[in-house]
């Protein structure tokens, strides 16, 4: 990796800036239900602390307000508080990311480590707004990026920042740019990619960025369904894309071409209907009016042949509906699977893939974790991300 990293950046006495990505789920009571992006952001804020910056000033979004000023229940008050409970030492949380006030509130502070109000109380965040970008860079004399789940957005604290301070990666950016990068860039072979997830529409660019990179794509999940109606197969009453069918056909066709293994479903897990588990079977055609929601038994062991070559894995998106632990049987064996291969690198995307491999207990036999759903499927895809390009190179 060839940008900025918060080592090459002079931090020593100076007030350091982080765009985090403390995007977490909160509960009805705004208790925080999964802290792993906070967690993640850790090794930089301690790296920060331990070598010697003034402050570590800490700025992120959550949720979707409307941008048009504070609304409470998406105040960043609970990461503050798992923040201090993390670092071992207070922080101060301030209602507001930008202004003469936050300022003075910065300058008199005792304590090291500031938690900026969500940057999306403010329209300008979204629209790279300058001005908006030029405030945030005023509080402080250094920034680092270890947003990633944010990386493919050209927004003020991620893109904008970096033309009014020095700037570099913090170490959870270059993690995902060094294991996502290496994919794109330069894998390890046999690269076997799993995609699953409910629609073709969204992985089209990857599927077509991948052929030209991987040497065998496992197709299941929803997607599978809009494929096999491509070869002319029954899908029934399960997830289709009518309208990617032919889509689907020719990116067959194109794997066929490059020499790439296209796995598609061979058995299914039917019901009658999706709340009516108790209806489940095998099969390996679908009947009219039932609805698969998982791999079969067959399949499973077919993408376990495949993964089993593998030196790369890269898995984005569950192979059946992992949430309902009636149709999960599919994406725990094959997380499991993965999970027990000795001498393999094994790239997880982030979103659903992420929390299938947590749900299972497997995360620790992971190489990496991807933080960012949709910033690791545009990377992925072979695109630019605005959060990446705007690091300047070393």
Known sequence: MNKMTVKDLDIKGKKVIIRADFNVPLDKNLKITDDRRIQASMPTIKYVLDNGASKVILMSHLGRPKGDGPEDEFRLTPVAVRLQELLGEKVLKLDDCIGDDVKAKIAGSQERVILLENLRFYKQEKKNDPEFAKSLASLADVYVDDAFGT????????????????????????????????????????????????????????????????????????????????????????????????????????????????????????????????????????????????????????????????????WNGPVGVFEVDEYAEGTKDIAEYIATLKDVTSIVGGGDSAAAVSKFNVEDAMTHISTGGGASLEFLEGKELPGIAALKDK
């Open 151 to 314: 990386a493919h957005r050209a927004h003020a604290s991620v893109a904008g920042i970096t033309e009014y301070l020095p700037s570099g990666a913090g170490f959870l950016l270059e993690k995902e740019i060094r294991y996502l990068g290496g994919v794109v860039t330069n894998p390890e072979r046999p690269l076997v990619v799993i995609l699953g997830g409910a629609k073709v529409s969204d992985k089209i660019t990857l599927v077509e960025n991948l052929i030209k990179k991987s040497d065998a794509i496992l197709i299941g999940g929803g997607m599978a369904y809009t494929f096999l109606k491509s070869q002319g197969k029954n899908v029934g009453n399960s997830k289709l894309e009518a309208d990617k069918v032919e889509i689907a056909g020719e990116l067959l066709e194109k794997a066929k071409a490059a020499g790439v293994n296209m796995v598609l479903t061979t058995d299914f897990l039917v019901v009658e209907a999706f709340d009516k588990p108790e209806t489940r079977k095998i099969v390996t055609d679908i009947p009219d009016g039932w609805e698969s929601l998982d791999i079969g038994p067959e399949t499973r062991e077919k993408f376990k042949e495949v993964l089993a070559t593998a030196k790369t894995i890269v």
